[in-house]
T-cell receptor, first 111, second 113 residues
């Protein structure tokens, strides 16, 4: 079952913060975050494998709440280069580790 | 080191025509995947190959066939194209079976008239 991402879209000014959520109805083994710019391939950001795990990448970080079956991606002091569509991919314990992807969150950063 | 390459980049077919999308990776990865991406729906797995010599159906396999030709190459075939198969197709590879990081090719934009 496809994970639900929220919000569907967000518009920010450069320097503002954003949070993107990814929720699943299944018990998750891992959550993957990717960013895709228009007309390009998705690019890997990070994987979260353990419940409660948090990871950071420059000013982009993420958390994984295993009990709530959800993950959140945090973008701090956003830059113009952060614009794009963010996807979460989830794998469940009973899905042979196949990734099921959310519909994406479109992030627009304005100067 | 080219990563994951796909050919062609663009293709227009008429209903009923067949074609094969090619994918190759030079990262010595074991697993390869074919996805389709439609507006507002994210990525959907068509087929995957956990290792050379094996292939398995994903979420939306109907109308497609795949061949894992060797460790590097994984092709996707549309035997009789339909307008519903108009989409962007991405090939990806990873070192092992998910949940390893997947690396994506640039995509093939397919239109079926």
């Amino acid at each position: 079952q496809q994970p639900v991402q929220s919000p569907q879209a967000v518009i920010l000014r450069e320097g503002e913060d954003a949070v993107i959520n990814c929720s699943s109805s299944k018990a998750l083994y891992s959550v993957h975050w990717y960013r895709q710019k228009h007309g390009e391939a998705p690019v890997f950001l990070m994987i979260l494998l353990k419940g409660g795990e948090q990871k950071g990448h420059d000013k982009i970080s993420a958390s994984f709440n295993e009990k709530k079956q959800q993950s959140s991606l945090y973008l701090t002091a956003s830059q113009l280069s952060y614009s794009g569509t963010y996807f979460c991919g989830t794998s469940a314990w009973d899905s042979n580790y196949q990734l099921i992807w959310g519909a994406g969150t479109k992030l627009i950063i304005k100067p | 080191n080219a990563g994951v390459t796909q050919t062609p980049k663009f293709q227009v077919l008429k209903t009923g025509q067949s074609m094969t999308l090619q994918c190759a990776q030079d990262m010595n990865h074991n697993s390869m995947y074919w996805y389709r991406q439609d507006p507002g729906m994210g990525l959907r797995l068509i087929y995957y190959s956990a290792s050379e010599g094996t292939t398995d159906k994903g979420e939306v396999p109907n109308g497609y066939n795949v061949s894992r030709l060797n460790k590097r190459e994984f092709s996707l075939r549309l035997e009789s194209a339909a307008p519903s198969q108009t989409s962007v197709y991405f090939c990806a590879s990873s070192g092992g079976v998910s949940p390893d990081t997947q690396y994506f090719g640039p995509g093939t934009r397919l239109t079926v008239l």
